[in-house]
């Protein structure tokens, strides 16, 4: 009994000792050496850095991580935008920020000042040129960018700007918009074909979105019609998964009407965990599309040998894709940014972590594919996209030539 409470005070101590360091934390990034600053507690590099950019607008400006970047010791000066906002969410006030008095501070003028009146400024002995505009967030990033180079960030952001603009969560919103308008009886008629034409609607946006990839436009339309046969079912899936997730499809009453009727309530219960434990990050998702994509194995347990004859469209399929090298040297160039943006926005350990977590959702995701597919209706709507999307990569060809 003595030990026991023992115990128990031991832990009520370290209890109490610990909820006052936290309360010694800045709030911006959890560092120690707070101090109230602007109405809150925070580090002396979070009060300099809300100092300094005190006149940022929200509006205007934008994340390029979809706004939901995690500020922490480590990260926060990964996204300005980000860290400001949440120096604001935690009640630091800019009608506190004081002007100084001091012979440098008098040369301090707003941003607004400076972008319409004053292009350079006398600073002592020394003239220093300010450029006008709004400097790019990846210019100020130029010491924390990590592994990436430039033409690998470049590549990031079009990869992710690629598929938001061939995208078809707006089609799918409104869809579910359309379908709430109904009474509830034909909202129960039209939730299986609307939950069709949603699923329809991310296989299309993958031949929308892979075709727009350098690599694969520069591939010979037979390659680019192979690909697009053996690897569609789980980058269509996949893409599913940031589909479903960004339009709140699983809360709606189409998928929980419409799916279940058509795929039956295992598969409905598959897919609700594997979009419950979609990461929050879907730069990591997108990403890893153009990464499957361009696999030259995706289906090769289940390796399918067949001659094919559409529209002047013949080969035979097997197991593995020709060329190999090639498209392992592709797919390379995505996994590389995909695991050195994980470093660069988590840190290595981190990093490695998320990374073993994204195949084990895609490997969940995968399952999740191979059982729809062995529904009739799903079966046969894969399949026509494919043939479509075959006679579309023909014409083109033809057209260039």
Request: proline share 3%; aromatic share 8%.
């Amino acid at each position: 009994m003595a030990f026991s409470e023992d115990t128990s005070t031991n832990i009520g101590t370290y209890d109490v000792v610990q909820a006052f360091k936290n309360s010694q934390l800045c709030k911006v990034c959890e560092s120690e050496n707070a101090r109230m600053n602007f109405s809150v507690l925070c580090c002396p590099p979070c009060k300099v850095f809300f100092r300094r950019n005190a006149q940022m607008d929200l509006n205007t400006n934008q994340c390029i991580y979809d706004g939901h970047c995690d500020v922490t010791v480590k990260s926060r000066q990964i996204c300005r935008y980000c860290r400001f906002k949440k120096c604001l969410s935690v009640g630091m006030q800019r009608e506190l920020i004081r002007a100084s008095h001091g012979p440098q501070n008098r040369l301090r003028v707003n941003n607004k000042q400076l972008a319409t009146k004053i292009s350079s400024i006398n600073i002592s002995r020394n003239r220093i040129i300010f450029s006008l505009g709004v400097i790019p967030t990846l210019n100020l990033l130029r010491n924390d960018r990590s592994l990436l180079t430039v033409e690998q960030w470049s590549l990031l952001s079009n990869v992710v700007n690629v598929y938001d603009a061939k995208s078809p969560v707006a089609n799918v919103r409104n869809i579910l918009s359309i379908q709430s308008s109904f009474p509830p009886k034909i909202r129960l008629k039209i939730a299986a074909t609307n939950m069709m034409d949603i699923i329809g609607s991310q296989f299309v946006a993958v031949y929308s979105f892979v075709e727009a990839i350098p690599e694969f436009a520069a591939m010979p339309p037979s390659g680019q019609a192979t690909l697009m046969e053996r690897n569609i079912l789980n980058t269509g899936g996949y893409s599913g998964v940031v589909i479903f997730r960004e339009a709140g499809v699983c809360s709606s009453e189409v998928f929980q009407n419409g799916f279940l009727s058509k795929y039956g309530s295992q598969l409905t219960n598959e897919v609700t965990k594997v979009i419950g434990r979609t990461p929050m990050d879907l730069t990591l998702l997108k990403l890893l599309i153009p990464i499957v994509m361009f696999s030259t194995c995706s289906d090769v347990v289940f390796p399918v040998i067949k001659n094919v004859d559409r529209d002047n469209i013949t080969r035979e399929e097997t197991g593995f894709l020709p060329n190999t090298k090639h498209l392992l040297k592709i797919q390379n160039i995505y996994v590389e940014i995909m695991f050195k943006y994980m470093i660069y926005r988590y840190g290595y350990d981190e990093a490695t972590m998320r990374f073993a977590g994204i195949i084990k959702h895609f490997l969940d995701q995968s399952m999740c594919s191979k059982h729809a597919n062995e529904v009739q209706a799903h079966a046969e709507m894969v399949e026509t996209i494919v043939i479509e999307s075959e006679r579309l990569l023909i014409s083109k060809d033809r057209i260039d030539q």
